[in-house]
C-alpha cells in the first residue's frame, strides 16, 4: 500500500523561505513522477513542479526561479525548497506520485498522478 506524508509546511513573512518534505513508502516503481501542487482558497488545485526519477524536473511559471524541486533516492523523500515566497504562495501544499507508465511525458496535470498525500498548509503573510 502506498503512503505518501508531507511536512514542513507553517507560516512565514514575505521573502521568507520554507522547504517542505514528502516520504512515499510501499512506492516500488523504479521509474516514476513526482510533483508538488498546491490548491489556494476558493481556487482548483495546481502543479508546482514536478521530478522524474532521473532527476528532470518541470516547474509552473509562477514559481520559476523561486522554488526547487529534489528528491532523495535513499530516502524516498521529495522536497520543494521554497524561497522568496509571497502571498500568493499562500495554500494546502500535496505531493502526489506515480509510475511513468502511466503518462508519456513530465507533467503537472493533477489527473495524471494515482497517489496523494494529504497536505501540509503554507501561510505567508505581508
Known amino acids: 500500500q502506498v503512503q505518501v506524508m508531507e511536512s514542513g509546511g507553517g507560516s512565514v513573512q514575505s521573502g521568507g523561505s520554507l522547504r517542505l518534505s514528502c516520504v512515499v513508502s510501499g512506492f516500488t516503481y523504479a521509474n516514476y513522477y513526482m510533483a508538488w501542487f498546491r490548491q489556494a482558497p476558493g481556487k482548483e488545485r495546481e502543479g508546482v513542479a514536478s521530478?522524474?526519477?532521473?532527476?528532470?524536473?518541470k516547474y509552473a511559471d509562477s514559481v520559476k526561479g523561486r522554488f526547487a524541486i529534489s528528491q532523495d533516492n535513499a530516502k524516498k523523500t521529495l522536497y520543494l525548497q521554497m524561497n522568496n515566497l509571497k502571498p500568493d504562495d499562500t495554500a494546502v501544499y500535496y505531493c502526489a506520485a506515480t509510475p511513468s507508465s502511466t503518462v508519456p511525458i513530465l507533467t503537472l496535470i493533477e489527473a495524471d498522478f494515482n497517489y496523494w498525500g494529504q497536505g501540509t498548509q503554507v501561510t505567508v503573510s505581508s
Open positions: 521530478i522524474d526519477s532521473e532527476g528532470t524536473t
